[in-house]
């Protein structure tokens, strides 16, 4: 694969070569590349997480809430009773 990058582009890619972190353009380019695909997937779960905010709220604009204090409860009488089954079995 031949790649063409503009003068600026290059000069990036040796003071990156220059640091002595990379040997080589293609390392460069390949830590380019996989940094832009974390970003990418970092973008996507930033994108899910708002759209389960955005569902929480409606849920609560609908009455659909539990008290906090009895929710904290709740899991806390779970974990007891899955500590208990634990030591039981």
Known sequence: MTVHL???????????????????????LG??????Q???EVLTLRAEIR????????SLRNGDSVDGDEFFAQLERE???????QHSA
């Not at 003068?7 to 040997?23: A, F, S």
């Not at 759209?51 to 409606?58: H, K, L, P, S, V």
């Not at 974990?79 to 089954?85: F, I, L, P, S, T």
């Open 38 to 40: 974390e970003r990418g």
């Open 6 to 28: 503009t003068p600026e582009l290059e000069r990036l890619v040796q003071r990156q070569i220059d640091t002595g972190l990379y040997q080589s353009p293609a390392e460069v």
């Open 51 to 58: 759209r389960q905010i955005a569902q929480g709220y409606e």
């Open 79 to 85: 974990e007891n009773a899955r500590v208990d089954k």
């Open 31 to 36: 830590e380019a590349l996989r940094l832009m």
